[in-house]
């Protein structure tokens, strides 16, 4: 029953793995669309996030199998339970990428984003889906530390998201109010993907450290 | 045993409705300090939240502790499951409402919404609001339909965000990039509480009938 459980709650991991693997990836072709827009590479990020949205269903499902079956009581149900929440998260990450990817369908074949914030924007697109690729270690094997570290990137992408709306709403701006909006919704979607990376990794780093991160 | 389990269900099921009561509460102050742009008013808003993020975690524990003493099978184990997913979808509200209290604040002691959109916010404010009101009923008295009716109110609210983003980005705007962002997120906070709205009453007819309801 132990070496069940054991077992089941490696798959569990290995499937909030593979998410998160999706979800970086997921928000690395979302950002190469926008940059480029790309409406093939759009709908290819939109059509990907299904698989997501069925990820997360399995994993909740496992989870409460598991639960049935076998009661877990402490620091495995911990596991379990942490499991269901990380899957909801990631798969709130494959959302965000979904939207980026979506805004670039939209406003095709016009370009989202302006020459000079290009820079920016692939920044935080190479810095979260790297968040998400850190993430996918720490999953595979949880350290102390990881949280804080996620913590620390986290803030360079505020600054990102912060550097986006001060360009935007500087009197200097020639791209009007339609651009603007946009653009101030695409960088909260990278803003938030980071907080989704740092939720989970703290979780993670709470059960399977049994000590609450600090930043 | 079963007695004591029936008890904690019904326990942590008014949990649920007090963090939804809660943040019912909180769209609504937060609503009228926007429009009236009244920084004490978006304050309390803003200290409220913390209450909210104490009773999910609560939520949580008690589920946890349910699943460790009693561990439930089959509809019970989804009960205890769909609470934990429902804590952390209501905490979000209370989250969306903190942040377009921050907004107030963060643009006192100007007005965040000119006079021509004050009546649509009102409106999103009122709607998505009185959609949390309608939360607390479903999940302390769950029926088949709610779901489905909660969905066309958030018909709603998708046509005010649109006429938000529509008004701000015409050519007659006369407020400038800065509120045009600024509005652009708020409206979309609003948006996502009614979409958190949703899903949970999806959730809760979902566990209480054993029907994927149909929008």
Redesign the interface.
């Known amino acids: 029953m132990r070496e069940t459980f054991h077992g089941q709650l490696i798959e569990l991991r290995d499937l909030l793995a593979t998410m998160c693997t999706k979800a970086a990836t997921a928000m690395r072709h979302a950002t190469e669309a926008l940059l480029s827009a790309d409406l093939a590479g759009a709908e290819e990020v939109l059509a990907a996030d299904a698989e997501l949205d069925v990820l997360r269903d399995e994993c ?1 499902e496992r ?2 199998q598991m ?2 079956l076998q ?1 877990p ?2 620091s495995d ?2 596991l379990v ?1 942490s499991a ?2 990380c899957a ?1 998260r990631i798969e709130r990450m494959g959302d965000l990428a979904e939207h980026v990817a979506n805004t670039t369908r939209r406003v095709h074949p016009s370009h989202v984003v302006p020459p000079e914030l290009e820079e920016t924007f692939a920044s935080l697109g190479k810095i979260t889906a790297s968040m998400a690729d850190d993430l996918v270690a720490h999953i595979a094997c949880p350290r102390e530390g990881s949280f804080a570290e996620l913590n620390q990137v986290d803030h360079q992408v505020d600054d990102l998201h912060a550097a986006v ?1 001060g360009t ?2 500087r009197d200097t ?1 020639q791209h009007g ?2 651009t ?2 946009c653009l ?2 695409v960088a ?1 979607f990278y803003e938030r993907f980071a907080d989704q990376v740092v939720s989970v990794a703290k979780r993670i780093e709470f059960v399977s450290t049994g000590v609450t991160p600090r930043a």
Do not use: G, N
């Open positions: 909740e989870a409460r639960l049935a009661a009581k402490a149900l911990r339970l269901v929440y909801d709306l935007i709403t701006w109010v339609p603007a909006t101030a919704l909260r």
